[in-house]
């Protein structure tokens, strides 16, 4: 069964650093990987989406990264503001299984203070 | 820009209430997703629907069906609306296929079972 693990489950950092969040997933048959933000009570909005075949990809400040042998993304976050402040979320689209679905990880909640 | 509406942002009922939740795209996706977010348990998949008037369970259907009688618009359907269904419930759309497309998220629904 797909496990969709990330750490940490909260970080604050102050405005302007550079910052790593991870992602780990246990099985390696995915078709892709999406990362999302959520602000407080809201919906989800699509950040990036790595295919399988693909080792990374950029928006702006954002770079994600996928390393599918190992089970793990990160999604780099360049030069940090306080508009960044949210939850992060990755979710992995299986082969197997109910292809149709995606598992979420639990997310990261960033804060990052002026 | 892809739009996927929901019909409310938050809904108050009472237990034993049949509670329809409307979600709406406008881009012509054949998929359609919904998913309920709940704290410490991430998001989860209730149905989705791949074409009109098809639908698969997903993880959680208990106590849910869908209606997709057009393409742009698919339904969460709680028949007697429980207290352990107070949750956020987020719609998704995506266009068909396993491997390439993200999915779409709307803003949410807040529901609240007293």
């Known amino acids: 069964k797909q496990e969709v693990t990330q750490i940490p489950a909260a970080l604050s950092v102050p405005e302007g650093e550079n910052l790593v969040l991870n992602c780990s997933f246990t099985?390696?048959?995915?078709?892709?990987l999406q990362w999302f933000r959520q602000d407080p009570g809201k919906g989800l909005t699509s950040l990036l989406l790595?295919?399988?075949?693909?080792r990374e990809q950029t928006s702006g400040r954002l770079n994600a990264s996928l390393d599918k042998s190992s089970g793990r993304s990160t999604l780099y976050i360049a030069a940090s503001q306080p508009g960044d402040s949210a939850t992060y979320l990755c979710?992995?689209?299986?082969?197997?299984?109910?292809?149709?679905?995606?598992?979420f990880g639990q997310g990261t909640t960033l804060q990052v203070k002026p | 820009d892809v739009k996927v509406t929901q019909s409310s942002r938050y809904l108050v009922k009472r237990t034993g209430e049949k509670v329809f939740l409307e979600c709406v795209q406008d881009?012509?996706?054949?998929?359609m997703f919904w998913y309920r977010q709940d704290p410490g348990l991430g998001l989860r998949l209730i149905y989705f629907?791949?074409?009109?008037?098809?639908?698969e369970k997903g993880d959680i259907p208990e106590g849910y069906s869908v209606s997709r009688e057009k393409k742009e618009r698919f339904s969460l359907i709680l028949e007697s609306a429980s207290t352990n269904q107070t949750s956020m419930y987020l719609c998704?759309?995506?266009?068909?296929?396993?491997?390439?497309?993200?999915?779409?998220f709307g803003p949410g629904t807040r529901l609240t079972v007293t």
């Open positions: 979710a992995v689209r299986q082969r197997s299984g109910n292809t149709g679905k995606l598992i």
């Open positions: 998704a759309s995506s266009r068909p296929g396993q491997t390439t497309y993200e999915q779409y």
């Open positions: 629907s791949y074409d009109v008037k098809m639908k």
């Open positions: 099985d390696s048959a995915i078709y892709n």
């Open positions: 881009m012509d996706h054949e998929n």
């Open positions: 790595i295919q399988s075949s693909q």
